[in-house]
């Protein structure tokens, strides 16, 4: 399997709920991001991880909880979320963040996650 | 503040005929890129252009950077029906000692066929 998956691609969850989101890349890269991207608002990013580390943390409420086992899995877990955290939640990687920005960013197709 | 904005918000056009699409940014960059989304999906790196750059072209599609006005433009020749989709621009941002992406809330543009 090639480029960027995410697992499940949709999800519905109560309020009371703990769920997992995943992501897979399969392009050698050192950097992976997690974003928001809800109606009629600008993309959100959310973590961002280099080399396992996370070297970003976007104001995100504690609900939202990354992991970064090693360079190629990203998992964001969720718990006790609100209705509001309804949204299509992109992860992406790139080579290091560290390269002046010039690095292009490999998207995978998302996971639509609905909370009730 | 957002650091790219687009314009327009939302582009219909007729198969054959072009579409561009403008985007605006605020502090000094060394590169502008451009994304396109298909309803629902993940975001595709379309074309990079540096700021040493004035123009870049890439297939149908040509990228115009104005550093002096902090603009750039996406041009789609001959647009296509498979063309419909959003376009959002993104520019790098200095954080915490590395570089991240911020990106407009897009331009989406749809292609009749």
């Known amino acids: 399997e090639t480029g960027v998956t995410q697992t499940p691609r949709h999800l519905v969850m109560g309020m009371t709920n703990k769920k997992s989101l995943k992501c897979e890349q399969h392009?050698?890269?050192?950097?992976m991001y997690w974003y928001k991207q809800s109606a009629k608002k600008p993309l959100e990013l959310m973590f961002v991880y280099s080399l396992e580390e996370r070297v970003e943390n976007n104001s995100v409420p504690s609900r939202f909880s990354p992991e970064c086992p090693n360079s190629s899995h990203l998992f964001l877990h969720l718990h006790t979320l609100q209705p509001e955290d309804s949204a299509l939640y992109l992860c992406a990687s790139s080579t290091r963040t560290s390269v002046r920005g010039s690095n292009e960013q490999f998207f995978g197709p998302g996971t639509r996650l609905t909370v009730l | 503040s957002q650091q790219g904005e687009e314009d327009p918000q939302a582009l219909s056009i007729q198969e054959g005929e072009n579409a561009t699409m403008n985007c605006s940014y605020k502090?000094?960059?060394?590169?502008l890129q451009w994304y396109r989304q298909n309803s629902g999906g993940g975001l595709v790196h379309l074309i990079l252009i540096r700021s040493n750059e004035r123009e870049k072209h890439s297939g149908r599609l040509r990228v115009t950077l104005d550093t002096s006005k902090k603009s750039s433009s996406l041009l789609i020749t001959a647009s296509r029906a498979a063309d419909t989709a959003s376009y959002f621009c993104?520019?790098?941002?200095?954080?915490?000692?590395?570089?991240?992406?911020?990106f407009g809330k897009g331009t989406k543009l749809s292609v009749i066929p």
């Open positions: 392009l050698g890269h050192n950097a």
């Open positions: 502090t000094s960059i060394n590169n």
């Open positions: 993104a520019t790098p941002t200095a954080r915490a000692g590395s570089y991240q992406l911020t």
